[in-house]
Nanobody, 115 residues
């Protein structure tokens, strides 16, 4: 499975961005797709995910501003980020988990929020 993310960039505080990630390869093996992020000097953390069956899992601290949606017919997951703050600056990683438990990672896309 290969994951290609896009949509990162520079945005002012209070702005919005939408990330997308499309999977290719053995896509039928994917059960869950979603997003993690890693800020400078911090551990990678879950942002949110959506299973093929529609079950979502989101970080409690982000769910008011960030929304993960998916289109499994197009093997794509989206991350809508609203009211961005400087502390949201991070590399955002697309991930996918296969039915067998294997986790796949995209290359990461940088989101920078200026104050």
């Amino acid at each position: 499975v290969q994951l290609q993310a896009s949509g990162g960039g520079l945005v002012q505080a209070g702005g919005s961005l939408r990330l997308s990630c499309t999977a290719s390869g053995s896509v039928s093996s994917i059960n869950v797709m979603g997003w993690y992020r890693q800020a400078p000097g911090k551990q990678r953390e879950l942002v949110g995910s959506m299973s093929r069956g529609g079950i979502s899992n989101s970080a409690e601290s982000l769910k008011d501003r960030f929304t993960v949606t998916s289109d499994y017919a197009k093997n794509t997951v989206f991350l809508q980020m609203n009211t961005l703050q400087p502390e949201d600056t991070a590399v955002y990683y697309c991930h996918a988990r296969s039915w067998g438990g294997t986790t796949h990672w995209g290359q990461g896309t940088l989101v920078t929020v200026s104050s």
